[in-house]
């Protein structure tokens, strides 16, 4: 499975990339995404594959999370080779114990960077050196940034965050703290599970029929049961147009951790058949030295 080529996907602004980076053992092939219009905005950026790593998930895997499965040394190894890759080796990575809530946390000092994971799904900071980092691996990872003020924001928004509107509480965040303008702000939505992948059951459904009146755009395949595929990524571009986002500067990563299980991982391919043994994928965003 980690011997895959990697394939050349490129979206509205996003598009792969490769670093080879020293090891002990010679040398690994990192592959990422990135934002282009994030990057010329000053923003390092990237969302990671599972490739070039030293995970046993099942093997040369590049988990970027302390899950059951996996040792300690690994992630600390796979971490050091995708910072090493994206230039950000003097960051501080900042993470959250995710609990798929509507939770914002605002990273203000150097202190709370290297302190305790605050519980949240959303991370907003202006700190230089910081870099958000959100996990998943199915679930739908959004970045933010505002070029005028320098705020950022990385967001964890599963079926549950979305039903929620994290994403427009979390804009509303930047606009209220920071003076963001969304019309100013850049948007980079990452690898998750595709529409025709993310099937749900009536709780869901009913749970957004009440909450938005556009429903009817964000499901197909309805079936007996009743379920549903419920498309996240389009749930998300119609909240950041409802907060002002223009469509170019909205860029969305269109590839599926389902259908490409080979780059990406997957709790929803692989979680049924090893439960505490998915890897998960970092998305991340910060302003790093002189960018």
Not at 22 to 29: F, H, K, N
Not at 228 to 248: M, P, S, T, W, Y
Request: charged share 25%; glycine share 8%.
């Amino acid at each position: 499975m980690q011997d895959a080529t990697p394939q050349t996907y490129t979206a509205t602004g996003i598009a792969m990339r490769e670093r080879e980076i020293e090891t002990t053992d010679g040398t690994a092939r990192i592959s990422f995404l990135v934002c282009k219009q994030l990057e010329q905005a000053g923003f390092a950026n990237a969302f990671s594959t599972r490739l070039g790593g030293v995970s046993r998930l099942p093997t040369n895997a590049l988990n970027l999370a302390f899950v059951k499965a996996d040792d300690k040394e690994n992630v600390v190894e796979n971490r050091r080779r995708f910072l090493k890759a994206i230039a950000a080796e003097t960051a501080t990575v900042v993470t959250a114990r995710q609990t798929h809530s509507i939770d914002r946390c605002f990273i203000e000092t150097d202190e709370q960077a290297r302190g305790s994971q605050p519980n949240c799904d959303s991370m907003t900071t202006k700190l230089t050196g910081a870099l958000l980092a959100i996990q998943t691996a199915d679930c739908l990872p959004v970045l933010i940034a505002d070029p005028k003020s320098g705020a950022m924001t990385a967001i964890h928004a599963g079926w549950r965050g979305t039903a929620g509107r994290i994403t427009e509480r979390t804009v509303a965040d930047l606009m209220l703290l920071h003076g963001a303008n969304p019309r100013d702000c850049i948007a980079a939505l990452g690898p998750a599970a595709c529409v025709e992948c993310y099937e749900v059951g009536e709780d869901v459904i009913e749970r957004y029929k009440k909450e938005f009146g556009y429903w009817r755009k964000l499901f197909v395949n309805f079936k007996e049961g009743p379920k549903a595929h419920l498309d996240v990524r389009a749930a998300n571009v119609q909240q950041l147009k409802f907060c002002g986002f223009d469509e170019d500067r909205i860029h969305v990563a269109d590839v599926c951790t389902m259908h490409h299980n080979e780059l990406f991982f997957s709790y929803r391919r692989e979680g049924k058949a090893h439960p505490s043994g998915t890897g998960r994928l970092l998305s991340v965003v910060g302003r790093i030295g002189a960018q």
